[in-house]
């Protein structure tokens, strides 16, 4: 059998061994005896000042000021606001330019579909829909 025991000081080792010993009473008197010398006999030594931080730093950082979401915000939130760019069909594209037509903007529109450098939206390439699709909305198409 094996036991491994540590101790603290010296006073533990006295606790110990009149434990040991049978005298666990006896042995609680001589520890504090042998407190009572160590403390004696060690010198003072003033403790050390407690360190107090600057005013600055024992205050907790001022919270940044809260802003109030603004529209857009509170539509990511909820889930409103598209994270992708909405793709268009030339048939809907086609309609708006109908639309735009019938309220007497064919010239606009014409004008309009020349600057993408095509002479009908029949040529306009499929990557220039969302472009184009702004474009109308600008000029006043429900699309």
Same mark, same amino acid.
Request: proline content about 10%; glycine content about 6%; hydrophobic content about 45%.
């Given at each position: #059998?094996?036991?491994?025991?540590?101790?603290?000081?010296?006073? *533990?080792?006295?606790?110990?061994?009149?434990?040991?010993?049978?005298? &666990?009473?006896? @042995? !609680?008197? =001589?520890? %504090? /005896?042998?407190?009572?010398?160590?403390? =004696?006999? &060690?010198?003072? !030594? &003033?403790?050390?000042? =407690?360190?107090?931080?600057?005013?600055? %730093?024992? /205050?907790?950082?001022?919270?940044?000021?809260? $802003? @109030?979401?603004?529209?857009?915000? $509170?539509?990511? %939130? %909820?889930?409103?606001?598209?994270?992708?760019?909405?793709?268009?069909?030339?048939?809907?594209?086609?309609?708006?330019?109908?639309?735009? #037509?019938?309220?007497?903007?064919? @010239?606009?529109?014409?004008?309009?579909?020349?600057?993408?450098?095509?002479?009908?939206? /029949? /040529?306009?390439? *499929? &990557? !220039?829909?969302? @472009?184009?699709?702004?474009?109308?909305?600008? #000029?006043?198409?429900?699309?």
């Amino acid at each position: #059998m094996k036991f491994n025991v540590e101790f603290e000081d010296l006073k *533990e080792i006295v606790v110990f061994a009149d434990f040991i010993k049978g005298k &666990a009473a006896p @042995a !609680q008197k =001589a520890a %504090q /005896q042998v407190g009572t010398a160590q403390q =004696a006999a &060690a010198p003072q !030594q &003033a403790a050390p000042p =407690a360190y107090t931080p600057p005013a600055a %730093q024992a /205050q907790p950082p001022a919270a940044p000021p809260v $802003q @109030a979401a603004t529209p857009t915000q $509170q539509l990511a %939130q %909820q889930g409103g606001v598209p994270t992708a760019a909405p793709s268009y069909t030339l048939e809907e594209l086609g309609r708006a330019g109908v639309t735009l #037509m019938e309220s007497g903007k064919k @010239a606009e529109l014409e004008a309009l579909v020349a600057s993408f450098g095509v002479a009908s939206l /029949q /040529q306009l390439p *499929e &990557a !220039q829909y969302g @472009a184009f699709a702004t474009a109308l909305r600008s #000029m006043g198409a429900p699309i």
